[in-house]
């Protein structure tokens, strides 16, 4: 019997070793690639095919973000299942990837005969939810079209989006976020006048305030 073929991507290299652990474990299931970098996330997933990428929903590469690499992979390999693991449940990183392309969502804290599960039925083709999510994102689903659609422009920040509003909200200037994310100072000006559109907004306080009334720092 052809087995799950799987990519751990995650950061923290007890947690990659801990899923590799449990995962191998199975017998229908093999690691046929790890990694806790971005870049080389989609390299091997590339490469290596797998059926699955269980993908970290906040790696510590400033400009890259879970449903970037996500985004990224689809792209090129859309018969790859991509599930989310995340720490917590916020809504627009839920939905961020999912419109992303995301096949499941699923909070660390899940027991692992769980999250064995999802994988299979992941593999079957089907999408996969953490049971924590499932009422939120029917919740969402029903909201008033008017919440939906602003909330849904939250989901169109990138990653380097985002790691430019949790600079903003710590009061650094335009130079020194341009440091920290590896941009040119007047590139960064152009992605505060976009988030500022996107987040309908004219000013960086006022970012930092939608940014925290929508969850996104």
Do not use: W
């Not at 859309?78 to 499941?104: C, E, H, T, W």
């Amino acid at each position: 019997m052809a087995k799950i073929k799987l990519v751990i991507v995650d950061d923290h290299e007890v947690v990659r070793l801990g899923l590799r652990t449990a995962l191998e474990a199975e017998s229908d299931m093999e690691i046929v690639g790890e990694t806790g970098v971005a870049e080389e996330a989609i390299r091997i997933a590339l490469e290596r095919q797998p059926d699955i990428v269980l993908l970290d929903l906040k790696l510590s590469e400033e400009g890259y973000d879970g449903p970037d690499v996500c985004r990224k992979i689809l792209a090129r390999a859309p018969n790859i299942a991509v599930i989310m693991l995340s720490n917590y449940v916020q809504d627009a990183m839920v939905f961020r990837s999912l419109v992303a392309g995301a096949k499941g969502y699923v909070v660390k804290d899940v027991e692992l005969s769980e999250l064995k599960k999802m994988i299979r039925v992941a593999y079957r083709g089907a999408s996969v939810l953490d049971p924590k999510i499932t009422d939120r994102v029917i919740a969402r689903a029903t909201q008033p079209e008017s919440r939906q659609s602003a909330d849904a422009h939250a989901e169109t920040l990138s990653g380097t989006d985002l790691a430019i509003i949790g600079h903003l909200s710590r009061g650094l200037s335009n130079k020194e976020i341009a440091s920290l994310v590896h941009l040119s100072t007047s590139s960064v000006k152009d992605h505060l006048v976009r988030i500022s559109t996107v987040l309908g907004v004219h000013s960086r306080a006022a970012i930092v305030g939608e940014a925290s009334r929508r969850g996104l720092i």
